[in-house]
């Protein structure tokens, strides 16, 4: 079985604070995706990343970056943090990137900036 | 600009009826679909997936797919109150390479 470990599952942290959030996966899956979920907005695409090193803008990138320095892990950095970040954060992964291949989601990260 | 178009809910149902859960994409080269389900702060977690057209069963759900409609369904049968979740549709984009797009999720409410 897949298993996708969010190093926190709650974050409370000040604004302009730098935040990391880490995310580890155990199934040697090539592709990695940070979302965001918010009440009414779903499930929203921040970053995603395909190889080591490598990274893809998503459809809300404004405010974070990320860094994958090693396959298993991908982290998703908040360089200063703003409550408009206070959100429920989820981490995935998968084998492929597109056809048939699902994500599989760690348990998130409920971030509170204050 | 891509979307998954999910009906918010709540879709109410008694125990033991039919729940059937519906979602539109607007993406006419989209090749593979998703459906999750996602309990009050949890993760979402994976049902199943189809990518042919028709029907997919896997035990109590199926799901169906008409690529010419662009539209996907989630059929739930004898549903249980512990089927009370938000569903959330997911299509893939139509290049390699791409990541899956979510519908915003449908509220499921079984009573007992």
Not at chain 1, 67 to 90: G, H, P, V
Not at chain 2, 63 to 82: E, H, T
Request: glycine letters at 8%; proline letters at 3%.
């Amino acid at each position: 079985d897949v298993k996708v470990t969010q190093s926190s599952r709650y974050l409370v942290k000040r604004t302009g604070e730098k935040v990391f959030l880490e995310c580890v996966q155990d199934m040697d899956h090539e592709n990695m995706f940070w979302y965001r979920q918010d009440p009414g907005l779903g499930l929203r695409l921040i970053y995603f990343s395909y190889d080591v090193k490598m990274k893809e803008k998503g459809d809300i990138p404004e405010g974070y970056s990320v860094s994958r320095e090693k396959k298993e892990r991908f982290s998703l950095i908040l360089e200063s943090a703003s409550t408009n970040q206070t959100s429920m954060y989820l981490c995935a992964s998968s084998l492929f990137l597109g056809y048939n291949s699902p994500l599989h989601f760690g348990n998130g990260t409920r971030l509170t900036v204050t | 600009q891509k979307e998954v178009e999910q009906n918010s809910g709540p879709l109410s149902v008694p125990e033991g009826a039919i729940a059937s859960l519906n979602c539109t994409y607007s993406d006419r080269g989209s090749q593979s679909f998703f459906w999750y389900r996602q309990y009050s702060g949890k993760s979402p977690e994976l049902i199943m997936f189809i990518y042919s057209n028709g029907d997919k069963e896997d035990g109590r759900f199926t799901a169906q797919l008409n690529k010419a409609s662009q539209y996907v369904s989630l059929l739930i049968r004898d549903s249980q109150p512990s089927d009370s979740a938000t569903y959330l549709c997911a299509v893939n984009g139509d290049q390699a390479g791409t990541a899956l797009i979510f519908g915003k999720g449908t509220t499921l409410s079984v009573s007992s």
